[in-house]
């Protein structure tokens, strides 16, 4: 049962432009969503987070937008840099309900020079 | 900055054998987790476990699985008789909020659990 899914499993962007990362979600009672960003041989790292009452979430180069009608988020880098690669995991949770995250499967970002 | 930190980095079983996994989680977090992901697979939720006990548990948290705070600082995952679907990536986490709401899971690098 994936509640949360990435349907990308990777991506390829040129250095410079805006990467846009995707992810659904099929519980209408998720209230609070996060991306975490995750480097080979190391630990995910959070990124950014954003309450359902929000739609928009910025934090330097990445914005997360939130669509709470369509159940999609999207992770927005600008400009994308090469340390950017990476994969990128959507999570989201029932934070009025102290319930655990739930992870999506990730989306592999490459960023060309 | 402090961060969590798992031992071992590769850990090698044979199929039945107990594995103890390591973590040391930072210093001033109140809540632990154990998550895993499984090669291409999604991050999934084991265990959390706040003042010396179990707060929640997946239903892949079997029998076979145990967790334990031995002293102020390590916090182990054991897996009592390691099966060959137990193959997966163990990644320790802790937080200052629970489940980290308000407050981000910090994960340390993992451990590579391979049953053979």
């Known amino acids: 049962d994936q509640q949360v899914k990435q349907n990308s499993p990777s991506l390829s962007v040129q250095e410079g432009r805006i990467s846009i990362l995707n992810c659904d979600y099929t519980?209408?009672?998720?209230?609070?969503f996060l991306w975490y960003k995750k480097y080979p041989a190391e630990g995910p790292t959070f990124l950014i987070s954003?309450?359902?009452?929000?739609d928009k979430n910025e934090d330097g180069r990445f914005t997360v937008f939130l669509n709470k009608s369509a159940k999609h988020l999207s992770l927005h880098i600008v400009p994308s840099q090469p340390g950017d690669s990476a994969v990128y995991f959507c999570a989201a949770s029932r934070m009025n309900r102290d319930d655990k995250i739930i992870f999506g499967k990730g989306t592999r970002l490459h960023i060309l020079p | 900055e402090p961060e969590v930190t798992q031992t071992p980095s590769h850990q090698v079983t044979q199929m039945g054998q107990e594995v103890i996994l390591r973590c040391v989680p930072i210093s001033n977090h109140l809540y632990f987790y154990w998550y895993r992901q499984i090669l291409g697979q999604k991050v999934e939720f084991l265990v959390s476990f706040y003042n010396n006990e179990i707060s929640e548990k997946s239903e892949i948290f079997d029998d076979q699985f145990s967790v334990e705070r031995p002293d102020g600082s390590n916090f182990t995952l054991k897996i009592r008789s390691t099966k060959l679907e137990d193959s997966a990536m163990y990644f320790c986490?802790?937080?200052?909020?629970?489940?980290?709401?308000?407050?981000?899971?910090?994960f340390g690098n993992g451990t590579r659990l391979t049953v053979t």
């Open positions: 986490a802790s937080s200052e909020a629970l489940h980290g709401h308000y407050s981000p899971l910090h």
């Open positions: 954003i309450s359902s009452i929000k």
């Open positions: 519980n209408s009672m998720f209230d609070y």
